[in-house]
């Protein structure tokens, strides 16, 4: 059954299927990682986006190179869908020099310079107050440019959230503020760590405006974004948007969800996650914007691209010992 | 405050460098104030930010009207928010702003550890030096008029103690402004501390931009006696302290650190293959402290050079309080340096 709701206003097919291959792509990287996660080889704890696709791509479908995003240490998906190098992506996962880090970052630390993702800090709720900076910074320079903060549910029990919320308000910033609740921090369940007010209420504590979203439906996503940064592009200043996502994994690495102590009795039931690929899938399927094989094609291209990436990965010098005190300054 | 400033009148002599010298001369506060106001008029990428830096007082007039000249869109004043704000500083130097974030007190930092310690200092080694965080972060340190133990800390020991920051800590005029034009020109995150109580001092101060390089300590007064390696304040301490010896025949050598990462520690060995005695004033508690770090650098590389064992003139491991005669009884100064010396002389 599709879950998702005909949009009125049509959107461009080259845009649906832009979205489907970053999608698409997504999802296959990290189940990629997840098969080969066990071989040892990349050295590095991952968090995997899998269940939490959607957002990262129903925003960044919206930005232009230029446009800042900032993330996590959950930041595949926001690495990706902003158009992130893959292959250096997973040589950093590999820990080789060819990484987009060069090996110094590590999965929680990836950049892609290029399309204005200036890294990413594993501290949750680090990375807010640098968007804010950048969308200043665009401000101050009369750029036309804005930045995204993507953080988590955890995130928002941070005071530096509300620190940057207020002065992002003030100073009317283009900046865009996307919570991906997912409703657990580790095996934390958010009604154990918060007040049950809905995130987005905090937003609109600071008069920002700011919605709930179905995080998991990309037509949604995709509709609400391009609401929030219109507003934001418009000068008015900053959006808030609480996506509401599952995540499928654990907080690192892999795991069925259906089989971990942490979750709430009423989610381990079949059916309970959704899919947001198999989702979209049908989406486009039902309004025949692809044909099947076309579409079978496109997924054979993007897992052979992802394949390429891997061995490219393996394939490529680690960094040298003696390169160990480079980069401590620039 | 103030009372501060009043007690700083009645208690801190006036230091003058150059004195007796016709020269052009600034005091700490206005080398400081001249420093930002010309990297503020050549680069526009410079950006002054901070709790007051638009007030009548002008963080103690080290940023006077500067608002006035630059507007508020370059120099202006922050919310009580210090970790969403020098977040925001890294997060606008990442896009290519070169912020210069000003904290009254070092004391405040402690609300943005996270973005100091755990951000900016790590952006250039994480990301392979792609992007880098040209950040300085200016604080003063505080003391007297019963100021108490959260207004008086020295808190540069932990900086110094973190991979990918730079720490700056420069005793006179001519300094302030050298090493506070270094620091905005630098690619990496810079500490920079200064101290109350130098504000009023003066030096020669060149009317022209010129850099204070980083990891060059200067030998303030020649000696062949004994070597007193100064931080901060304590560096005029010291100075007072080489005349008092001087009267009683004790030549002391006072060399100023200047900045303490990079450290000059040529400078400092050098002199000691001379003198073979070391004091360490510090502007810091004494353990753990950037005093202790010279001391293992002199055990490791001038053991030879030791004829006492070194010592360190520093704060008592103690809170500040608030009391003036606990106070006084809290700072060190001449007649412990001088005391020191002679320890190290006898015998």
């Given at each position: 059954?599709?879950?998702?709701?005909?949009?009125?206003?049509?959107?461009?097919?080259?845009?649906?299927?832009?979205?489907?291959?970053?999608?698409?792509?997504?999802?296959?990287?990290?189940?990629?990682?997840?098969?080969?996660?066990?071989?040892?080889?990349?050295?590095?704890?991952?968090?995997?986006?899998?269940?939490?696709?959607?957002?990262?791509?129903?925003?960044?479908?919206?930005?232009?190179?230029?446009?800042?995003?900032?993330?996590?240490?959950?930041?595949?998906?926001?690495?990706?869908?902003?158009?992130?190098?893959?292959?250096?992506?997973?040589?950093?996962?590999?820990?080789?020099?060819?990484?987009?880090?060069?090996?110094?970052?590590?999965?929680?630390?990836?950049?892609?310079?290029?399309?204005?993702?200036?890294?990413?800090?594993?501290?949750?709720?680090?990375?807010?107050?640098?968007?804010?900076?950048?969308?200043?910074?665009?401000?101050?320079?009369?750029?036309?440019?804005?930045?995204?903060?993507?953080?988590?549910?955890?995130?928002?029990?941070?005071?530096?959230?509300?620190?940057?919320?207020?002065?992002?308000?003030?100073?009317?910033?283009?900046?865009?503020?996307?919570?991906?609740?997912?409703?657990?921090?580790?095996?934390?369940?958010?009604?154990?760590?918060?007040?049950?007010?809905?995130?987005?209420?905090?937003?609109?504590?600071?008069?920002?405006?700011?919605?709930?979203?179905?995080?998991?439906?990309?037509?949604?996503?995709?509709?609400?974004?391009?609401?929030?940064?219109?507003?934001?592009?418009?000068?008015?200043?900053?959006?808030?948007?609480?996506?509401?996502?599952?995540?499928?994994?654990?907080?690192?690495?892999?795991?069925?969800?259906?089989?971990?102590?942490?979750?709430?009795?009423?989610?381990?039931?079949?059916?309970?996650?959704?899919?947001?690929?198999?989702?979209?899938?049908?989406?486009?399927?039902?309004?025949?914007?692809?044909?099947?094989?076309?579409?079978?094609?496109?997924?054979?291209?993007?897992?052979?691209?992802?394949?390429?990436?891997?061995?490219?990965?393996?394939?490529?010098?680690?960094?040298?010992?003696?390169?160990?005190?480079?980069?401590?300054?620039? | 405050m103030?009372w501060t400033k009043l007690q700083i009148?009645r208690e801190e002599?006036?230091?003058?460098?150059?004195?007796?010298?016709?020269?052009?001369?600034?005091?700490?506060?206005?080398?400081?104030?001249?420093?930002?106001?010309?990297?503020?008029?050549?680069?526009?990428?410079?950006?002054?930010?901070?709790?007051?830096?638009?007030?009548?007082?002008?963080?103690?007039?080290?940023?006077?009207?500067?608002?006035?000249?630059?507007?508020?869109?370059?120099?202006?004043?922050?919310?009580?928010?210090?970790?969403?704000?020098?977040?925001?500083?890294?997060?606008?130097?990442?896009?290519?702003?070169?912020?210069?974030?000003?904290?009254?007190r070092p004391d405040?930092?402690?609300?943005?550890?996270?973005?100091?310690?755990?951000?900016?200092?790590?952006?250039?080694?994480?990301?392979?030096?792609?992007?880098?965080?040209?950040?300085?972060?200016?604080?003063?340190i505080g003391r007297g008029w019963g100021s108490a133990s959260q207004h008086s800390q020295a808190l540069?020991?932990?900086?110094?103690?973190?991979?990918?920051?730079?720490?700056?800590?420069?005793?006179?005029?001519?300094?302030?402004?050298?090493?506070?034009?270094?620091?905005?020109?630098?690619?990496?995150?810079?500490?920079?501390?200064?101290q109350r109580w130098?504000?009023?001092?003066?030096?020669?101060?060149?009317?022209?931009?010129?850099?204070?390089?980083?990891?060059?300590?200067?030998?303030?007064?020649?000696?062949?006696?004994?070597?007193?390696?100064?931080?901060s304040h304590m560096?005029?301490e010291?100075?007072?302290?080489?005349?008092?010896?001087?009267?009683?025949?004790?030549?002391?050598?006072?060399?100023?650190?200047?900045?303490?990462?990079?450290?000059?520690?040529?400078?400092?060995?050098?002199?000691?293959?001379?003198?073979?005695?070391?004091?360490?004033a510090d502007l810091a508690w004494k353990t753990?402290g950037?005093?202790?770090?010279?001391?293992?650098?002199?055990?490791?590389?001038?053991?030879?050079?030791?004829?006492?064992?070194?010592?360190r003139v520093a704060f008592p491991d103690i809170p500040t309080p608030a009391s003036f005669v606990l106070e006084e009884a809290f700072y060190p100064g001449v007649p412990d340096i001088?005391r020191a010396?002679?320890?190290?002389?006898?015998?």
């Amino acid at each position: 059954m599709c879950r998702i709701k005909i949009m009125n206003n049509p959107i461009s097919r080259e845009i649906l299927l832009d979205m489907y291959r970053r999608l698409y792509l997504i999802r296959q990287v990290e189940l990629a990682i997840e098969e080969r996660y066990h071989e040892d080889e990349m050295k590095t704890p991952v968090h995997l986006a899998l269940g939490q696709e959607a957002v990262a791509v129903g925003v960044c479908i919206h930005l232009a190179r230029e446009d800042y995003v900032f993330s996590n240490h959950r930041s595949h998906a926001h690495y990706l869908a902003k158009g992130g190098d893959l292959k250096a992506m997973m040589a950093e996962l590999y820990c080789k020099e060819t990484g987009c880090s060069h090996g110094r970052g590590g999965s929680m630390h990836l950049i892609d310079v290029s399309v204005s993702h200036l890294g990413s800090s594993s501290i949750v709720g680090g990375s807010i107050p640098h968007a804010v900076g950048a969308a200043f910074a665009a401000q101050y320079k009369s750029e036309d440019r804005l930045a995204v903060s993507f953080f988590g549910d955890a995130a928002s029990e941070q005071g530096v959230f509300y620190e940057s919320m207020a002065w992002a308000k003030m100073k009317r910033l283009p900046v865009l503020f996307v919570c991906e609740n997912n409703e657990y921090s580790v095996c934390s369940h958010i009604t154990a760590r918060q007040p049950m007010i809905p995130i987005a209420q905090r937003g609109q504590a600071f008069d920002i405006p700011s919605e709930t979203v179905d995080g998991m439906n990309l037509m949604e996503v995709y509709e609400r974004a391009q609401q929030a940064l219109n507003h934001v592009r418009s000068g008015q200043g900053p959006y808030f948007l609480e996506c509401r996502v599952q995540r499928w994994r654990r907080h690192a690495g892999s795991g069925d969800p259906m089989r971990e102590k942490y979750r709430q009795p009423d989610e381990l039931h079949e059916g309970f996650f959704r899919d947001p690929v198999k989702d979209y899938e049908g989406y486009l399927s039902s309004g025949k914007m692809i044909k099947p094989e076309d579409l079978k094609q496109m997924q054979i291209e993007i897992n052979a691209r992802i394949d390429a990436a891997f061995q490219y990965a393996k394939e490529s010098p680690l960094p040298k010992k003696e390169d160990l005190e480079k980069y401590l300054y620039s | 405050m103030p009372w501060t400033k009043l007690q700083i009148e009645r208690e801190e002599p006036a230091f003058d460098e150059n004195e007796g010298q016709n020269v052009r001369k600034l005091s700490y506060g206005e080398a400081l104030r001249e420093a930002l106001d010309q990297a503020l008029e050549r680069d526009p990428r410079v950006y002054a930010m901070g709790q007051g830096v638009d007030d009548p007082g002008g963080m103690f007039g080290s940023t006077l009207d500067l608002h006035k000249k630059y507007g508020s869109g370059r120099v202006f004043d922050t919310p009580l928010s210090e970790e969403a704000m020098i977040g925001m500083a890294i997060g606008s130097a990442m896009a290519g702003l070169r912020p210069v974030s000003i904290h009254n007190r070092p004391d405040f930092l402690m609300m943005a550890m996270d973005q100091i310690v755990n951000e900016a200092a790590k952006w250039s080694y994480m990301f392979a030096g792609q992007v880098p965080i040209p950040l300085v972060i200016r604080a003063c340190i505080g003391r007297g008029w019963g100021s108490a133990s959260q207004h008086s800390q020295a808190l540069q020991g932990l900086f110094v103690h973190v991979p990918g920051l730079k720490v700056v800590m420069p005793s006179t005029a001519y300094d302030a402004k050298g090493l506070l034009i270094s620091s905005i020109a630098d690619n990496n995150p810079v500490m920079f501390f200064e101290q109350r109580w130098l504000y009023k001092h003066k030096s020669y101060v060149p009317e022209h931009v010129y850099a204070v390089p980083f990891g060059e300590a200067v030998v303030k007064r020649p000696g062949k006696d004994v070597t007193i390696l100064g931080v901060s304040h304590m560096v005029i301490e010291a100075l007072r302290a080489a005349d008092e010896l001087a009267a009683k025949g004790i030549q002391a050598e006072v060399i100023d650190a200047r900045t303490l990462i990079p450290f000059d520690e040529q400078t400092l060995l050098s002199s000691l293959a001379k003198t073979g005695r070391l004091i360490v004033a510090d502007l810091a508690w004494k353990t753990g402290g950037f005093a202790a770090e010279v001391l293992a650098k002199v055990a490791e590389k001038g053991f030879d050079s030791l004829k006492k064992p070194p010592v360190r003139v520093a704060f008592p491991d103690i809170p500040t309080p608030a009391s003036f005669v606990l106070e006084e009884a809290f700072y060190p100064g001449v007649p412990d340096i001088v005391r020191a010396v002679e320890g190290l002389m006898n015998g």
